[in-house]
C-alpha cells in the first residue's frame, strides 16, 4: 500500500477518520438523515451544533451515572455542565437560548 492510499483511508491529515453516530441515525442534513418528528423539531435540532467528543471512557461512565441520577442523557449532562461553568466564569452569551426542555409538554391531564 502506498501512503497515498494510506492517507485516503485515514484522512488527509493522516489521523483517524470521524466517528460515524452508531445508532444508525444519520448527521442532521444528510441524504442518510432519519425523518422523525415535527418539522418544529427538526429545524430545532439542525439549528444545534454537532460536535465528536473525546472522552476517557471511565470519565464518560462517571459522567453517564451521574446525568441518570438527576434524570437526563449524557448529552444533557455535559451541556447543563458547560454551562454552568460558562455561567460561573462570566462567559456564557447572552443571547445563548435555555436549554430545550424534553418529555411532555405542562399541562392540566387531571
Do not use: C
Request: proline share 10%; hydrophobic share 30%; no cysteine.
Amino acid at each position: 500500500m502506498s501512503p497515498d492510499e494510506g492517507r485516503e483511508r485515514r484522512g488527509d491529515d493522516g489521523g483517524v477518520p470521524p466517528a460515524r453516530p452508531d445508532d444508525g441515525s444519520a448527521e442532521v442534513g444528510t441524504p442518510g438523515a432519519r425523518d422523525t418528528g415535527s418539522a418544529g423539531t427538526r429545524a430545532a435540532r439542525a439549528a444545534r451544533k454537532q460536535v465528536l467528543l473525546r472522552l476517557d471512557p471511565l470519565v464518560y461512565d462517571a459522567l453517564a451515572r451521574w446525568a441518570g441520577d438527576e434524570l437526563r442523557s449524557a448529552n444533557a449532562q455535559i451541556e447543563f455542565l458547560l454551562r454552568r461553568a460558562l455561567r460561573e466564569a462570566g462567559r456564557l452569551p447572552g443571547g445563548a437560548k435555555p436549554i430545550p426542555r424534553r418529555g411532555r409538554p405542562p399541562g392540566g391531564d387531571d
